[in-house]
């Protein structure tokens, strides 16, 4: 960047110098082009000075030269022009910026009375030329900087524009200082509408005053705007503007809850999308239940999947989700057993910043919330206590959530599939299982029959599985003998597919050939007691809870069409007359879609 940039400010330098000593002032820069001049100079602005000429030589060896007498001195006799040559005499300084020449002033004498002039205030106007050509340079050092800032403003705001979240800066009255093209369209706002706007529109008031009590840093602090029909839900994060502890405002950067849910959804579930086509069995029960499990994929009513331990109820809400046009937004499992009874309800519904001691500052969404526009699977419902039982109950009536220490209803777009391994029915009879909330959820029922009633299934299971523990063990293993498939025919299997997954393994690591014999087999299946006593560990069901059961399956199964009363009685194989009386009877609730 040289002299050329302050041009005009170097020719109103050199005026004011004229004006003063009434000497000629003229300025040229390190490429020999005259960029400023007074007299005679002003027209010749633009023109190459000659490398030659004392200014060239005072360029080039950065040092100043005072001419008394023009064309006698060593420099002037150098010159080409030298005997074209009008000046008396001269005075002139390099302009240095960092060591660096950037150009020469110099004052000019055209008559007698200016050289006489110059030269009786030599030192003088020596130290007044230096100080000159300080100024200038200072000057294009300040246009230096001033081009450094604006590019720098100009990289800020393409990092700012590249982000893919919303970002705005405050003052500490929280008035907007920069924001992002991103924080605009996040907030529905014009660059106008949002310079007039405070941060406490966008977080309320409540959030941004305690801020200052958080050093103005919180992470993941929730936010919900409302601006007449448009609501936007999220998080953001901040961050003090400090210069040696010295507070100057705070930036803040908000998400979008769906983007992050997304995020969540990709990372989590992604990896792990289940297809139908995984889930091994050709046995006819097994067909018909995958078959309904399809058709209930496509709605959005509330399904319950009863089944023994293993059997694959998880497997089949995947499959339901994965197969649903709920694809693309989160498949959020929660194991009702597993979490302890008072988390349960905060990793459910979530909970505000302050709800309870050691609560997370910002708040919680709970897993409803996690799972919007997706699915939620409630495992092992049958273990949720009576209390919860009853929230749930009007979070599935009412489509709302409240968050524990919220004060508003959140309304949810989630489906629900629970799933037990307990017989939900008994429960309710026995008080521990609400039975408003059993009808609640058992809109759609799925029973996945366990591995012994579809014996047949154990073939195509036992390649299947074999095929993936090769792939995990690394391992060549062909096939298992027949002696020890008839021990695996011959066996029960309490914990159903996950069972025989887990004896596949064992089996796997034990075999020393490529093929599975009755020696490489777990030792309880090889043991004849359990063998020969298949339904040992089986509760009996009484023939009224059967019977129920299974008009409730009909009801449930046919309710989406015309003639449901009639088909389920023909599926069930009585008549009209005894399925209305039988639903009297057990008090079965008829839902029509
Ligand atoms: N039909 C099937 N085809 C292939 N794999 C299956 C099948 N059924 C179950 N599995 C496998 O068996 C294991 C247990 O399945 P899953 O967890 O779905 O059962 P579950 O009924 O939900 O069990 P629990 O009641 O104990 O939670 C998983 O590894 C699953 O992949």
């Given at each position: 960047m040289g002299l050329m940039t302050i041009a005009s400010n170097v020719q109103n330098i050199s005026e004011a110098i004229a004006s003063v000593i009434k000497v000629d002032v003229t300025v040229v820069d390190n490429e020999y082009k005259r960029i400023a001049g007074t007299g005679s100079y002003r027209e010749r602005i633009g023109e190459e000075v000659n490398q030659n000429s004392v200014f060239g030589v005072a360029i080039k060896k950065g040092e100043g030269f005072i001419i008394e007498n023009a064309g006698q001195h060593a420099v002037c006799l150098q010159c080409v022009d030298a005997k074209d040559c009008k000046e008396y005499a001269e005075v002139c300084c390099p302009i240095k910026v960092n060591n660096e020449v950037v150009g020469v002033i110099g004052l000019i004498a055209f008559e007698e009375k200016q050289r006489d002039e110059i030269l009786h205030n030599q030192s003088n106007l020596i130290k007044f030329l230096n100080k000159m050509a300080d100024l200038i340079s200072s000057k294009l050092l300040e246009q230096k900087n001033t081009d450094k800032i604006q590019l720098l403003v100009k990289e800020l705001e393409v990092v700012l524009n590249s982000v893919d979240k919303g970002i705005l800066a405050v003052d500490d009255k929280g008035r907007i200082l920069r924001y992002n093209e991103r924080a605009l369209k996040l907030f529905q706002t014009s660059e106008k509408e949002i310079m007039h706007k405070n941060i406490k529109d966008f977080i309320g008031m409540a959030t941004f005053r305690s801020l200052a009590k958080e050093k103005y840093k919180i992470k993941n602090g929730e936010f919900v705007y409302k601006n007449k029909e448009y609501h936007l839900r999220g998080v953001f994060d901040t961050n003090p503007i400090s210069i040696d502890h010295e507070s100057f405002g705070i930036v803040f950067v908000f998400s979008k809850l769906s983007d992050i849910l997304n995020t969540v959804n990709d990372i989590t579930t992604g990896t792990i999308a289940t297809d139908f086509d995984e889930i091994i069995g050709d046995s006819l029960i097994f067909r018909e239940v995958k078959l309904e499990a399809k058709k209930a994929s496509q709605s959005t009513s509330t399904i319950l999947i009863q089944g023994e331990s293993g059997t694959g109820k998880e497997l089949f809400a995947r499959a339901i989700h994965f197969h649903s046009d709920r694809v693309k937004a989160p498949f959020i499992p929660i194991n009702c057993a597993a979490i302890p009874e008072q988390l349960l309800e905060s990793e459910l519904f979530g909970y505000e910043e302050g709800?309870?001691?050691?609560?997370k500052r910002g708040g919680k969404a709970g897993k409803f919330l996690l799972a919007t526009g997706g699915t939620i699977f409630l495992d092992e419902i049958g273990d949720m206590p009576l209390h919860l039982q009853t929230k749930l109950l009007r979070v599935l009536q009412e489509q709302m959530i409240e968050k524990i220490g919220g004060k508003e209803l959140i309304p949810i777009d989630v489906r629900v599939v629970a799933a037990t391994n307990q017989d939900l029915e008994r429960k309710v009879l026995e008080g521990e299982f609400r039975q408003d909330l059993f009808y609640r959820i058992n809109v759609i029922p799925l029973q996945i029959p366990p591995l012994r009633e579809r014996k047949e299934d154990i073939f195509t299971l036992v390649e299947y599985l074999l095929s993936k523990c090769n792939i995990k063990l690394r391992k060549h293993i062909k096939e298992v003998d027949p002696q020890a498939l008839d021990i695996f025919m011959h066996y029960?299997?309490?914990?159903n597919v996950r069972e025989l997954e887990n004896t596949i393994e064992y089996a796997v690591n034990m075999c020393n050939s490529s093929v599975i014999k009755k020696e490489d087999l777990p030792k309880r299946l090889i043991s004849r007691d359990i063998s020969l006593s298949p339904f040992k560990q089986e509760r009996i069901i009484p023939i009224r809870d059967l019977e129920k059961r299974e008009i409730q399956k009909a009801v449930a199964y046919y309710?989406?069409?015309?003639q449901n009363i009639a088909e389920a009685a023909e599926a069930l194989g009585i008549s009209r007359a005894t399925l209305y009386r039988k639903i009297k009877e057990y008090d079965i609730k008829i839902v029509s879609k």
């Open positions: 709800a309870f001691t050691g609560a029960h299997w309490p914990g309710s989406n069409r015309k």
